[in-house]
């Protein structure tokens, strides 16, 4: 789009946009907070009135590092309020976010837009005023234009004043790094569908603007699709390695070694090439899975379904660090036998008994590091599913367990590193969190009952635990039970 060279635009004269923010989950209190943090007045919305109180007083119901001390300071200076209203909110902003959740439908794989659609149709509903919504939840392409036609019908039939335009501005931010990807995004991408989204949104993102963010104006699909296919893409880079994880646990190599190799290439990158127990989170497994359906509903039922596999691969890591644990535990075991009956036949070949009152000790459950979110977890996976096998399963994440315990309230969650450790058979390491990465190797070999550790995220340097005595099998190595045999 063509830039004004008028030295002020009339624009640039006008009181800034008041902004409201519907939703308030990691993407819309990050957006309302990071919103009042560039000097915007911001009313944050939800229909949940608890975590609207929460919000009130300054306290963030999940955890995103940096977000609290912002929210705490936007809040006590009166320019970040919020309600459960959202006819105030209709009445009294200019821009109105749309950040509600679009999960999967329970039993399906499309997304359930009940959340957006709702919170589009109560907003036109009582807009009287020029005003513009701009959603930027996850939607399949088609739902923008539909909602924009919504916004028109209702507001025909209900004879109120006001133009009211719709834009999608789709949010990449990451869970962790939520406050600087909105503040610092690596571009912004809005897709339009009238005359005055462009002018008003330049203004709200103008500080990113003159940091040469790039700005991508576009139309409302374009806007829907950029998304997806993001994430869409990072699933598959992750898969793929995950798949080459599979050649290598069988022939040997590193997995390693290779996506440094390959990462190298500037057109493919190192990024999100670490191989290990697979993607999880609120994200990436149920955008793959939404897309799917989305182009079966427009009859391309081929077109995605590489996707299937990216999620098939995705799931079968968790069934590998299951097996593994049974290798692992089979060829500990077989060793203690053999050692005891100093020769004689081998024992009985690795079974899922193995598990049975076997203390595992379970580092992480939430999907990632730095997050308190379980949703699609493949660490919570794994241990729900060593659980459910009759392991005598110890849990400790810094700061998923009572997340994970309102999902899995069976598992025995304990609140330290060296409670988790405490006499286990094997450890599994399944979310990078630093202070696992950081662990001394010797302090939390000195608790546990067997050094046998599987790292699914591969993030142990493997040679300088080997010089403690531990057995460390990274996923995506391949596990020789008669290394471990030989040194039992
Ligand atoms: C993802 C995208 O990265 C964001 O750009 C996007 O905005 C967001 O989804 C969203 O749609 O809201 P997020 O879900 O926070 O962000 O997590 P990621 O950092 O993408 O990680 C996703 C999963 O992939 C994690 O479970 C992580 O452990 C796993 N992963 C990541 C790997 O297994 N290997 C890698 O190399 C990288």
Redesign the pocket.
């Known amino acids: 789009m063509t830039e004004t060279t008028a030295p002020a635009a009339p624009a640039e004269q006008e009181a800034a946009p008041r902004l409201s923010v519907i939703g308030t989950g990691y993407?819309g209190a990050t957006h309302a907070a990071c919103m009042a943090e560039l000097g915007f007045e911001v009313l944050g919305v939800d229909v949940d009135p608890a975590k609207i109180e929460r919000l009130a007083r300054g306290e963030v119901p999940f955890h995103e590092p940096g977000l609290p001390e912002l929210l705490r300071t936007h809040v006590a200076s009166g320019r970040l309020r919020f309600t459960t209203d959202v006819a105030e909110a209709a009445r009294w902003a200019d821009v109105h976010f749309i950040g509600v959740g679009t999960p999967q439908k329970v039993g399906e794989t499309a997304a359930d837009l009940s959340y957006v659609d709702a919170a589009v149709a109560s907003l036109a509903a009582a807009i009287d005023r020029d005003a513009l919504i701009v959603g930027k939840s996850?939607v399949p392409v088609g739902t923008a234009r539909r909602l924009a036609e919504l916004v028109r019908t209702v507001r025909a039939e209900a004879g109120l004043p006001g133009e009211v335009e719709l834009a999608w501005n789709p949010?990449?931010?990451?869970?962790?790094f939520a406050v600087r990807?909105t503040l610092t995004p690596d571009r912004l991408v809005i897709g339009m569908h009238g005359p005055r989204a462009e002018g008003i949104l330049r203004r709200v993102y103008a500080r990113q603007l003159a940091a040469d963010t790039p700005w991508i104006s576009t139309d409302l699909e374009t806007a829907e699709l950029v998304?997806v296919a993001?994430?869409a893409f990072?699933a598959t880079?992750?898969s793929f390695?995950n798949a080459f994880s599979e050649i290598t646990e069988n022939v040997g190599g590193d997995i390693g070694t290779l996506a440094d190799a390959i990462g190298h290439d500037a057109r493919i990158g190192r990024?999100?090439?670490?191989?290990?127990?697979?993607?999880?989170?609120?994200?990436?497994p149920k955008?793959i899975r939404a897309l799917q359906a989305r182009v079966s509903e427009l009859g391309l039922d081929r077109t995605m379904r590489f996707l299937a596999e990216v999620d098939d691969i995705n799931l079968r890591r968790r069934d590998r660090v299951v097996d593994l644990a049974v290798q692992v535990l089979s060829a500990a075991r077989d060793g203690r036998i053999r050692r005891a009956e100093a020769s004689g036949p081998a024992p009985t070949p690795a079974s899922v008994q193995v598990l049975n009152g076997t203390r595992i000790a379970v580092l992480g459950v939430t999907?990632?590091p730095d997050?308190d979110d379980v949703r699609d977890?493949?660490a919570l996976d794994v241990a729900n599913r060593l659980y459910t096998a009759g392991a005598d399963v110890r849990v400790y994440d810094p700061e998923g367990n009572a997340n994970a315990a309102a999902r899995f309230p069976r598992l025995d969650y304990v609140d330290s590193l060296e409670a988790a450790v405490d006499g286990a058979e094997l450890t599994l390491l399944l979310t990078e969190w630093r202070q696992f990465r950081e662990m001394d190797p010797d302090a939390v070999g000195a608790r546990v009952a067997s050094r046998l550790l599987i790292d699914g995220?591969n993030v142990l340097d493997v040679a300088a635990w080997r010089e403690h005595g531990w057995d460390v099998i990274g996923l995506g190595h391949r596990f020789d039970p008669e290394r471990l045999l030989r040194a039992a």
């Open positions: 993407l996850t949010e990449f931010l990451r869970e962790g990807d998304k993001a994430n990072l880079k992750i390695i990024r999100f090439l670490n191989a290990g127990v697979g993607f999880g989170g609120g994200c990436l955008d999907f990632k997050s977890s493949p995220r």
